[in-house]
């Protein structure tokens, strides 16, 4: 029983550089775009073409909708090695899907507020109730990250976050 956290590469690449259709449904994508991290299973940087790779969208919140880039990015504390240790470390195979050989790909969506607390977790992408319920708990618990700034002040951004859950064989 293991849980693959899915690398956040440090690369950015536009949205329309990309195929996303199979990553975010529509909906998602609403809204203006401000920067988009490539990710891959690996945790290598990679361009879109990789059939592997999976697009998370990291947009502007604002009550004044935001103009411009988000410069530098939120990040999580200590950066994304870190991040994907405290999702291995954290993250927790519930143990109806382990009896029921249930895996899947959750993608979870949240925002980091102006102070780098985590906000509004919403699964983007669901694989089964049990694995989104798991990758929701785990982003709600997640420290407080540094969040994006705008023109030097801090911003409230959205960022996303894929949990892939996957038994051993």
Not at 119 to 140: I, Q, Y
């Amino acid at each position: 029983k293991a849980v693959a956290v899915a690398g956040v590469s440090a690369g950015l690449a536009a949205l329309t550089a990309c195929h996303t259709h199979n990553v975010l449904p529509p909906n998602s994508l609403a809204g203006d775009v401000e920067a988009t991290t490539v990710v891959t299973s690996d945790g290598q940087q990679s361009d879109c073409k990789d059939p592997n790779a999976m697009v998370v969208r990291t947009d502007s919140l604002n009550d004044n909708q935001l103009v411009g880039d988000i410069d530098p990015m939120p990040q999580f504390p200590g950066g994304t090695e870190k991040l994907l240790e405290f999702l291995r470390e954290n993250t927790r195979y519930p143990e109806a899907a382990v009896k029921d050989s249930i895996e899947g790909r959750v993608v979870v969506k949240f925002t980091v507020e102006k102070d780098g607390s985590i906000s509004n977790p919403e699964v983007v992408r669901s694989a089964h109730p049990l694995l989104d319920e798991e990758a929701l708990r785990v982003v709600g618990i997640m420290p407080k990250w540094t969040p994006g700034m705008y023109f030097g002040k801090p911003a409230r951004t959205k960022s996303a976050v894929p949990i892939i859950f996957k038994m051993d064989k």
